[in-house]
């Protein structure tokens, strides 16, 4: 019995621990499965599209009217119960009659809610007619070309972007509002016909004559996000009758129609050869990728940077950007900016620049230099100054709590700084310590004192991967074949740095590379399926 009473305790243990193991086994089975399934129904859109594009497309035509179908339906609901209260009277004889009067109470709700709903025009300074002429006479030629829907408004952002949007009047989205968003850096960098086929790009989707499926469903991505910001922003019934269903709608179409987004920029590039030319189109797709490299790498790294010291946003970007562009983006610099723009494949949503090229066939890319004079020069005259300071300011107000907030970090990071610099002097830095201190030197230290942390780590650890990995990724970002070693030796030294690695190793030799020239008999190839 003392054996038996022994050996129960430890059979009860034993059984609990397999108990416990097949449950976790069930549970990570089940993770795995839904991953499965989740990963599938990722995949699922962009299958569809490539084995059966018609089924894809009737598909997508019908998931885009779903959102006009839930609009509509309030009305519809209110029309259908009145009907039938009228037919069968006020008074409900059955429960059936009680149905009738909350049909029509929810349609009634709802037919309200969105005929007093009033959407707000996008953000940006607006810019009228008679302030520049010459702008909205080039928007003007470019949408008769293309017989598209007139622009009744132009606004200035502070994006490098051009953008039509449209904006209902009501809640019922049959009349809009058209608002050609224009971003002063696009202004500043880009010439007058480099311009204009950004527009004829944009413009060229509400073309009455071109219009297709995927300009269709990019407005309506547009749109639908609109509804949902809209109506998710407000409580009560409308949050739950409107704005719940386009919370979810949204997600579902975006993620369903994004495999024609692809096709989309290659239609959109169309518009702006139709208007333009093969040369000028080019240099436009040349210009895009450059400038928006070298703003989103470079020039507004360095406006932030300026947080570091500055408590509050007082420069001015935009001003500085027309004075600055001609010094900070030299011939070499853009070229390189090219290089990898050019060796960037582009995305599921947004080609790459190699590929938007080789579909208008337009033979090799080129840096065209910057424009004299720019589009602001040209288009704005004696109204760029009094624009420029309304852009700087907004862009103040805008960015000032960011702003704060950024430079609250730095003087945190640049007290951590003085903190890891004390124990480097003793040699005591290693693993991600180590790595904070290198980093938080190359933000706020010099190019020789980053370099020289960098070497230190390693020297310190020479048989750490993480710091090995790191140094080669920071010297190869300077363009020091050394890196290439480092890199090679923290793939020997640990696998999950093999695909990082030869991702550092690829974008370092294309920033090295040659742009090549599509052949000829392919260009005459593309060039007579686009014509």
Known sequence: MKEAAQVHPRGAAVAGIRISFEARTMLESMTERLQSLRDHWQRLPGQWHADHPLRYRIAAAGLALAGYAWLVAFPLLALVGGLRLGTAGLAPTSAWGYLDHGLLALGLAGTLILARA??????????????????????????????????????????????????????????????LMIGMPVLQCLSEAQLKAWVASQLGELSRQRMQLGSWIAQLRQLWVRYRNHFCAGSGPARLLIGLFFDRYTRLFHRFTAPLMQSQQYVRDRHALRTLGYEDTAEWMVMQAVMG?????????????????????????????????????????????????WSHSGSAAAPGLKQRLQAIAAGEAQYPGLPEPCAADSLMEHTLTPLLDRVDS??????????????????????????????????????????????????YGTTEEAHAAYEQILATNPDDAQIVFGT???????????????????MEMDKRYVVPACRLISEFRNRRGNITRFPAHEGQTIRRRVS
């Open 293 to 341: 490299r070298f703003l989103e790498q470079d020039y507004w790294p360095s406006v932030h940077h300026i947080a570091d010291k500055a408590p509050e946003p007082t420069i001015n970007p935009y001003r500085n950007l027309g004075m600055l562009l001609p010094r900070r983006l030299e011939t070499n610099e853009a070229r390189r900016w090219l290089r990898e723009a």
């Open 472 to 490: 080669g990724r920071y010297l190869t970002g300077l363009g020091d074949e050394h890196g290439i070693r480092l890199l090679e030796q923290a």
């Open 118 to 179: 009033r959407f707000g025009l996008p953000d940006g300074e607006p810019l009228g007619a008679d302030t520049a002429p010459k702008l909205y006479a080039l928007v003007e030629s470019v949408r008769q070309e293309l017989q598209g829907a007139a622009v009744d408004e132009i606004r200035i952002t502070g994006e490098f972007d051009v953008q039509l949007l449209r904006t209902p009047v009501s809640g019922f989205p049959f009349v809009m509002t058209h608002t």
């Open 394 to 443: 907004a862009w103040q107000q805008r960015e000032r709590h960011t702003w704060q907030l950024r430079h609250q970090k730095s003087c945190a990071e640049r007290e951590r700084l003085e903190a890891l610099r004390a124990e480097a002097r003793a040699g005591t830095l290693q693993g991600r310590k180590a790595m904070e201190y290198a980093a938080l030197m190359k933000r």
